[in-house]
């Protein structure tokens, strides 16, 4: 049918039009005629329907922020996009067009219902981002590989499905081989899969099936895995002793170290160097542990505080609920006395006492509003000068643990100095009974030369050693002024907050008072 | 006058032993001896009668002599098995111990009563008292527990006071005589009672000692009736929670602790002096309540049990009151003294001083300076030997040795003579004697019932009384049991006169409590519901004149809560009743849960739908930061504009307070929808108000008819009661019957008249077996033929009869009443009926009868008794 409109005239989506088609589909009536006073704002549609109107190209729609349904089927499109806005879209049709790739639909997370029947489809993709979807109609298409098939099989909540006129739909397997790899398809081109289809489709295809998910299965494990790895590190970040629990610093000291690599095949040295690895990797073992136990311990006192405050805030929410409902029970009643009074200056009276009132009710939420950032301001004092001695005591801790380290590589130092020397001494003699590798022997030129090369060594394995430890104390500093930063800045937010809700209700009151007179002055 | 008096004496004595004897007749249900003849009172004048009259009635007959021990000649012995009438060796040769055991016994304590060791039974044999128990366990399990069997015991047995109150009986009748006449005394009842807390595993003794006064009378009038006593409360320990370590400090607390202390001190005042005031009261009653001094006080022979710890799972001793079937702690100064207990292996005697009631006793049978034991080698003799000795040296009475030497060592008690107790299950279930039982409490009376005894199915009845006299009525509770409308409990407050109803689940409109003061509607009442049994999850509505609350829970609209105002109805025509004029309704007031999956401010908490003033007003739900919530205001009043045009919808018709300002909400066109659903809202809330009037209307329809009805369901399992399953089974068994019949015919051996004329148990020749088989065909076809020829002649019979009737009614035709053509009418149609089935029958017959000529010979043929024949066939 499309092809026969190919002759006329595309139109554009333009303002004219939209506008035209919310007039006409939005309220009747009586609420018409409001919705006509007033304007409809495209934002405020929920639905629109754009059908039989050539359109070439979908363009403007990016004000219907809420749109949940949309109809833009029989046109011309050819390409899908600008529907990138819609995000609350779960209806979309777009059936008897000339769409003949799947595309321009990744921010559409809610879409459920997505038709593309009678189009040029040839495959089934970029459908990722849809997985909320429940029905998807493609028929009449020219998809003609069945392997699109497996594709839907990442769509869980898929019901329904229609391929019939499609290439594939000719193939004599067709439908077992979409019930057996769609086992949860419930409507299959606009008719139930019975049960027992269902269960020849199974047993046909088992193998295929089986090897399917076993591959899928396989696939999901290491995704866990590699997801489980990532929290635990994550874990260990944030306690500041990532890659502490292994011989990971060890190693990265020697990484970038040529002569302590070089040095390691004199003689005498790989055994000092696994009995300095030993040695250090429990340092580093010690730290990871003690990381974690403080790690756990902030968290505590981060929780205890948090529900604290949490409390006193409910206590007090409670204690200013009361109020107001004390404080609107009274009004209430004070109001329709007002009402019903006919004289003036007892009226003029009566008003002058309920704004009394109002500014009575005010003064106490203030107060208690006040009192509350008292108390908060106090335990978030305390919190802080908590946190940050448990911060600064924990940065002491691991820099001792880190002097160990350094100790040991002093020691190191040393010792590897003295067999530096003493082989250099050997070789000076001629003594030198082993083979030592050529790069090894171009140190040994004079005692300047080795004790540089053993100098620059240990000064990398120190500043390594220094690095990670600036970065600990610096990242738990900053994570530290963060939170007490995070904590201040909450409090104020909601302190302001309440202030105006404070402000907002007591105008309120107070304006209806104010409408009150004015309107028995009128009357 | 002075003779008269006397004669009008004699005729009170008379009277009165008349009364006595006649209610003695009417309780044994035995009238053995013919009533006597009353006393010619001819010789006294009408005014002499009529003083006598009053005379009799201000006669108090003394209650012990309506209830008199049911006596020897009352009971049928002939019935009773060997063992009641004659003793067994090893019973003579245990009495010889008793009595020897009783005559040192009386010689080193010569001070104290003779023993009751070996009461005369039913048949006037002594039996030793221990082989009176008899250890059963009863097939119910409701007397598996001590408190449930006491109960029943107390429930089951009509008390009968001793015939003297200072001495022990001078018969024990066995438990099945016992049992057969629903009545005993005290040592009749613990008897029983022991046998059964024996059988069911307790450490349970038979105790002969002194009681007092009310016990021994089972007179609780004194007693506090154990269901008037409410459970005292389990008082709930608040868990101090420790102050967290960032809790808030509280704002400083500006009021003066002086002041507050006064304060408290005053309080304390006035407290202390309330209370004195109230201990004033409560010891004023108290003395009122006092029992007289009773005169042989600590010298009321009385008899209980006793129940030690030790077997199932028993904590500490305890006494068991048969007559009440309540337990006592063995410290209570009810109980005045112990003589002796027994339980079916042995006999201890009580060595230790009862001046203080029984508190200090200690319960160690085992210690023989304290109980002396009359058996040795039972299971309680179990104290260390060593410490017998020191006793034994310690002793200079050698009383513990007694008894001992001259009997056998191993002697053990034999076995009981009395016959297994059996309780049927519809005694078991009727319990009280003639399923009745009025027991009087301390301000309280609780009458009880069998099931189905009553036709409305009340079981039990608690009166409570304002004053001791029990005159006041202060509130009545009844339970009932096996309602169709499960109703279980009606209470009824003759103060206030509220009755509250309260129902099992299962009634048709789910009440679970039904509180009223009158059963007109529109009155006060609170209906409360088993919530998940309706589908509306209706948990409660509260009834006044003018308004009606309910509250729901469960809901998928999350309505909570629905307040109905009314107006008084407007006053019409007489002719419209109450459901066809519903009262005005002035307010709906609608509280809803919140609802998770709306945004708080969005989430209606409260509506109230004003009808009057056409106003409905909307309050949301607070969001969780904040102390206000958003509120509506729809004024609905539809008005017109100057140039007469409706005006749809302005600003001023909704008044809004909202927390979080937004922009969709203030467009009219978002308000006029939203007033539009609320108007719909409005008319489904005034349906759903009318409904529940309605509602509460049949409600109470239906409660009437169930009242008037009180129909009582009968279980499936109760074959005795229920009808229904009775004429089932009753058909099935006829059915059977019928069936069994039937089976019976058709094996009726066709060939055994002819067989029998042969000689038995000779095989057949093929000559004698084609005779027999041809006699036999020949026979059955000369009686089809016979009865072919009987119906032939009936059905001609007939036909001549009616010929000759209507020959006669066209003779006499002219002559006839209408009721003689009547009945020639009917005769006619009655015949032509007759003639007609004869006809059909003849025809039948006639179908059928060379097939059943066949069929026989068919039969024949196969009859392996004829097995001559087939061989040549074969």
């Known amino acids: ?523 | 006058m002075e003779v008269l008096r006397e004669k009008v004496e004699e005729e009170e004595e008379a009277e009165r032993e008349e009364a006595a004897k006649r209610a003695e007749w009417a309780r044994t249900e035995k009238m053995m001896r013919p009533v006597e003849v009353r006393k010619e009172e001819t010789t006294l004048t009408q005014e002499m009668l009529r003083d006598l009259e009053k005379k009799l009635s201000e006669i108090q007959i003394p209650i012990s002599a309506e209830l008199p021990a049911f006596t020897k000649d009352t009971i049928d012995i002939s019935k009773l098995p060997v063992s009641y009438k004659t003793n067994t060796p090893k019973e003579e040769h245990l009495l010889q111990v008793a009595d020897n055991f009783s005559r040192q016994y009386s010689h080193l304590c010569p001070d104290r009563v003779p023993l009751f060791l070996h009461p005369l039974n039913e048949c006037e044999v002594p039996k030793f008292v221990s082989t009176t128990l008899r250890p059963t366990l009863m097939p119910y399990p409701e007397l598996y527990n001590w408190d449930s069997c006491a109960q029943f015991v107390s429930d089951f047995l009509t008390m009968v006071p001793l015939p003297d109150p200072l001495k022990p009986p001078s018969h024990l009748y066995s438990s099945t005589t016992v049992l057969n006449y629903q009545k005993g005394n005290c040592f009749d009842f613990s008897t029983m009672l022991c046998s059964m807390l024996i059988g069911s595993g307790y450490d349970a003794y038979c105790v002969n000692g002194y009681g007092s006064l009310d016990l021994c009378h089972m007179d609780l009038t004194r007693e506090v009736c154990p269901l008037t006593v409410k459970p005292k409360e389990t008082v709930q320990k608040e868990e101090k929670v420790l102050p967290k370590k960032y809790t808030i400090r509280p704002p400083r607390d500006l009021c003066s602790r002086f002041e507050q202390e006064q304060e408290v001190k005053k309080q304390q005042e006035i407290r202390a002096q309330e209370k004195k005031q109230l201990r004033e009261e409560e010891e004023r009653l108290m003395e009122a309540e006092k029992a007289k001094p009773d005169a042989l006080h600590g010298l009321r022979v009385h008899s209980w049990v006793l129940v030690l710890s030790g077997k199932r799972e028993v904590p500490e001793n305890f006494f068991i009151d048969a007559f009440t079937g309540h337990s006592y702690s063995t410290q209570d100064e009810r109980f005045l003294g112990i003589e002796s207990l027994w339980n079916h292996k042995n006999y201890w005697i009580n060595m230790q001083d009862c001046w203080n009631c029984c508190k200090d006793l200690i319960f160690d049978l085992g210690d023989p300076v304290r109980w002396e034991y009359m058996l040795l080698g039972t299971d309680k003799s179990q104290l260390s030997l060593t410490e017998e000795d020191d006793s034994g040296i310690n002793d200079e009475d050698d009383v513990e040795n007694l008894g001992k030497e001259d009997e056998d060592k191993s002697f053990d008690m034999p076995h009981s003579w009395v016959e297994q107790i059996e309780i049927s299950p519809e005694a078991f279930e009727t319990r009280c004697p003639n399923g009745k039982k009025v027991i009087q409490y301390k301000r309280a009376k609780l009458e009880k019932w069998a099931p189905y005894l009553n036709s409305n199915g009340l079981v039990s009845r608690l009166t409570t009384y304002e004053d001791l006299e029990c005159t006041n009525i202060l509130e009545i509770k009844e339970w009932y049991q096996n309602r169709e409308d499960m109703l279980e409990l009606k209470h009824i407050n003759k103060t206030t006169d509220l009755k509250i109803d309260y129902f099992k689940p299962g009634h048709p409109q789910a009440l679970r409590v039904h509180s009223y003061k009158s059963m007109q509607p529109e009155m006060d009442r609170v209906i409360e519901f088993y919530e998940t049994a309706r589908v509306d999850g209706l948990i409660k509505r509260e009834e006044t004149a003018r308004t009606m609350t309910e509250y729901y829970q469960g809901r998928p609209d999350f309505l909570s809560y629905r307040h109905a105002n009314f107006r008084p109805r407007v006053k019409k025509l007489a002719l419209s009743s109450a459901e066809s004029n519903p009262r005005p309704i002035v307010k709906i007031t609608e509280q809803f849960f919140r609802n998770p999956a709306k945004p708080a401010e969005e989430d209606v908490a409260e509506r109230v739908f004003l009808l009057a003033e056409e106003r409905i007003q909307l309050r949301y739900h607070c969001r969780d930061d904040h102390i206000t919530a958003s509120k509506r205001e729809f004024l609905r009043r539809t008005e017109v504009d100057s140039k007469g045009n409706k005006i749809i919808m302005t600003p001023d018709m909704c008044i809004s307070f909202e927390v979080e300002p937004m922009e969709h909400t203030k467009k009219l066109l978002y308000q006029y929808e939203a007033m539009m659903h609320l108007k719909r809202e409005e008319k489904l809330s005034r349906h759903q108000v009318w409904e529940s009037e309605l509602e509460v209307l049949e409600i109470l329809k239906l409660r009437e008819e169930e009242e008037a009805a009180h129909t009582l369901t009968i279980s499936i399992y109760d074959t005795k009661r229920n009808e229904k399953s009775k004429e089932y089974r009753e058909a099935m068994e006829r059915v059977m019957h019928e069936e069994h019949l039937r089976q019976v015919e058709t094996q009726l051996d066709y060939l055994a008249p002819f067989l029998a004329q042969l000689p038995p148990g000779e095989k057949l020749t093929r000559w004698q077996a084609v005779r027999l088989k041809d006699e036999c065909l020949s026979d059955f076809k000369q009686r089809l033929i016979n009865k072919a020829n009987l119906i032939q002649a009936r059905f001609e019979k007939e036909t001549q009869e009616l010929q000759k009737k209507q020959q006669w009614y066209q003779e006499n035709q002219v002559t006839l009443t209408p009721e003689d053509e009547d009945l020639y009418l009917s005769y006619c149609s009655q015949a032509m009926f007759r003639i007609r089935i004869l006809e059909q029958r003849l025809n039948r017959h006639k179908e059928l009868a060379p097939l059943k000529y066949l069929a026989l010979e068919e039969k024949l043929y196969k009859d392996p008794r004829l097995g001559e024949l087939q061989k040549i066939f074969a």
């Open chain 1, 1 to 523: 049918m499309n092809r026969l409109c190919d002759s006329m005239e595309p139109k554009v989506m333009d303002d004219d039009m939209l506008k035209l088609a919310v007039g006409e589909q939005g309220p009747q009536e009586e609420a018409g005629q409001l919705a006509k006073q007033e304007g409809i704002l495209f934002k405020d549609v929920l639905s629109l329907q754009l059908d039989f109107r050539n359109i070439l190209r979908i363009d403007n729609l990016w004000q219907f922020e809420n749109l949940r349904k949309l109809q833009l089927d029989n046109n011309i499109i050819e390409k899908i996009g600008g529907l990138e806005n819609l995000t609350h879209l779960v209806w979309l049709d777009l059936s008897f067009n000339n769409i003949e790739t799947i595309e321009g639909l990744d921010t559409l997370v809610n879409l459920e219902d997505l038709s593309l029947f009678n189009n040029r489809i040839s495959k089934i993709d970029s459908l990722d981002a849809l997985v909320k979807l429940q029905v998807l109609s493609l028929g009449n298409n020219q998809i003609d590989n069945m392997m699109n098939i497996v594709y839907l099989r990442r769509f869980q909540c898929l019901r329904t499905l229609s391929l019939s006129g499609n290439p594939i739909s000719e193939a004599e397997d067709y439908k077992m081989f979409i019930c057996a790899y769609l086992p949860d398809l419930v409507y299959l081109d606009f008719r139930r899969i019975d049960d027992h289809t269902k269960e020849l489709a199974e047993a046909k295809h088992q193998y295929s099936i089986d090897e399917l998910k076993h591959r899928e299965n396989l696939m999901q494990v290491r995704l866990q895995d590699e997801r489980a790895r990532q929290e635990e590190l994550e874990k260990h970040k944030t306690a500041f002793v990532e890659h502490l629990n292994g011989s990971f610093l060890f190693d990265s000291m020697y990484a970038e170290d040529s002569e302590g690599n070089k040095l390691s095949y004199l003689p005498g040295v790989s055994e000092l160097l696994e009995a300095y690895k030993d040695k250090f990797v429990i340092i580093c073992m010690n730290i990871f542990e003690y990381g974690l136990k403080q790690q756990e311990k902030r968290k505590i006192e981060l929780d205890t505080f948090s529900e604290c405050v949490h409390e006193a805030i409910q206590e007090n929410q409670e204690q200013g609920k009361r109020k107001i409902a004390q404080f609107e029970e009274k009004h209430l009643s004070s109001l329709s006395a007002i009402r019903e009074e006919s004289e003036l200056p007892n009226i003029e009276k009566m008003i002058l006492e309920c704004s009394a009132d109002v500014s009575e009710l005010f003064n106490e939420l203030m107060m208690l509003e006040m009192q509350l950032v008292e108390q908060l301001e106090e335990t978030i004092n305390m919190f802080e000068r908590n946190i940050v001695d448990m911060v600064g005591l924990f940065i002491e801790n691991v820099q001792s643990l880190m002097a160990q380290c350094r100790d040991l590589e002093n020691h190191h130092h040393e010792k590897l100095l003295e067999i530096s020397i003493s082989t250099l001494e050997k070789i000076v003699k001629g003594d030198l009974d082993e083979d030592l590798p050529d790069d090894l022997r171009a140190l040994f030129v004079d005692k300047d030369t080795i004790v540089n090369a053993v100098g620059a060594s240990h000064d990398i394995h120190l500043l390594k050693i220094d690095n990670r430890e600036d970065e600990l104390v610096t990242r738990i500093n900053s994570w530290c002024t963060r939170l007490v930063d995070k904590i201040h800045k909450d409090e104020i937010m909601r302190n302001r907050k309440r202030v105006k809700e404070i402000n907002q209700y007591i105008d309120h009151m107070q304006s209806e008072l104010d409408n009150l007179e004015y309107s028995d002055i009128l009357d």
